[in-house]
Structures are given as C-alpha cells and as structure tokens.
C-alpha cells in the first residue's frame, strides 16, 4: 500500500517552454503533497507543500509563479515549471502523506529528471 | 523540524551488520525520526521510523536512546544493494509532514 506515481520520469524540453509533472496517490488520499527538488551530489531540497484544495505554501526562495503548484483533488498533484531555463535542470521528488499527523509516514514518488535545453 | 547530523560516509562489508548514527539532540518530544534511503536516480524509499521505542521491520532495526537525542539504524546483514545515501529525519510536531532533508550518510557495501 501506500503507492504515490510520479510522471513523467524524465523530460527533455527546450528552454523557455513550459513542464508539468504529475504526482499521484494511487492507494490512499494524500491529504498533504510535498514537491523537493534535488542537484546532483546534493540533498533533497523542500520547495513546496500543498494541501488539497487550498494554495501551496512555499519555502523561502521558491518563486510561486515559476514553479506553479495546483492540488485539486486527494489523489492528483501537479507541478508546473514555467518558462523553463537551464538552471532549472534538475531532479523533481513528490511525496505524499494520508495525514498531517506525525506517526504516519510517507511515501515518494520516483522522481522526475528535467533537462532544459 | 530538528536539526539532525549523520556522518558523510560509511562502508561495510557485505554480510556484516552496518549501523548507521544519527544525532538529533534538539528533537522534541512529539517528534518522530524517520529513516529514509535513496538510490542513485530514485526517490527515497522509506525504511522505518521510531518515536520512544526501538523497532524493527523486514528492513532494519532502529535503536533510538533513552534520552532521544541520537539514534542508529541497523541493516542486520548488508547486501550490495544497500549501497544508498540513508536519511535520518525527525518530523512532527505544528509543522507534522514537513520534513527536511540533511545531507545523509552515503553508505558503501563492499564484497
């Protein structure tokens, strides 16, 4: 149990073009969904947690209006990467969790590798 | 969230038991650690997780202290594929999901 599917796994697009990345719970109802982000040889890095069906809360130095976040429903989170450049390049993590509460644990997506070009 | 400080690397021979640290002095009392594991390339992939008692699954053990302020993973009989950055991360508390990820431990199993 506990299934959070991420799409797509790699992507390839040309610099200033747009990029959505899927994430979706496939077994359970994700109450909260987290978007990380992580540079080679580098740590995971929180950009973002949203909620199902209120705005996301972004970390400090995230612009909200390039990495767009919509979680419209308890199994489907989207990550939009607008007007893509090169230095965003990098590797894209969701995870979920079925609560807010701290002894459930939560489940990653595998990832998605954005190669802007 | 805590702060947590794991050692940059470790190596362990296969078969061997490889226990991992993790210092997580500031832990509050409604936080839980968490112990994750990546992959090259993959999302990390969630291992065990304690709170007060030490516990064990198909995967590991976890041994937290007494006073809670550092804990060790055990992987009983490492395999090559063990071979992962490990992850120790406390979460709960007003900001319960949110959680931050420190640098891990990049753990080598050698033959």
């Known amino acids: 149990g506990a299934v959070v599917s991420q799409h797509p796994s790699r992507v390839i697009c040309k610099s200033g073009t747009s990029v959505k990345i899927e994430c979706r719970s496939l077994d359970f109802q994700a109450t909260t969904m987290f978007w990380y982000r992580q540079f080679p040889k580098q740590s995971l890095m929180l950009m973002a947690t949203?909620?199902?069906?209120?705005?996301?809360?972004?970390e400090q130095g995230v612009e909200k209006d390039k990495f767009l976040i919509n979680h419209a429903s308890l199994t489907l989170s989207t990550l939009t990467v607008t007007s893509a450049h090169p230095e965003d390049s990098s590797f894209y993590i969701c995870?979920?969790?079925?609560?807010?509460?701290?002894?459930?644990?939560?489940?990653f997506g595998s990832g998605t590798r954005l190669t802007v070009v | 969230d805590a702060k947590t400080t794991q050692p940059t690397s470790m190596d362990c021979a296969e078969g061997r038991a490889a226990n991992l640290p993790c210092n997580h002095s500031?832990?509050?009392?409604?936080?839980?650690v968490y112990w994750y594991r990546q992959i090259h390339s993959q999302g990390p992939q969630y291992i065990i997780h304690g709170l007060k008692n030490n516990e064990t699954n198909e995967m590991a053990s976890l041994i937290i202290t007494e006073d809670r302020k550092s804990s060790t993973l055990i992987l009983p009989h490492a395999t090559l594929r063990d071979t992962a950055v490990y992850y120790c991360?406390?979460?709960?508390?007003?900001?319960?999901?949110?959680?931050?990820f420190g640098d891990g431990t990049t753990l080598t199993v050698k033959p």
């Open positions: 949203s909620n199902e069906g209120s705005k996301a809360t972004y």
């Open positions: 991360i406390v979460r709960g508390g007003t900001n319960a999901g949110k959680s931050t």
């Open positions: 995870s979920a969790t079925r609560s807010g509460l701290a002894n459930y644990g939560y489940t």
């Open positions: 500031t832990i509050s009392g409604n936080e839980y």
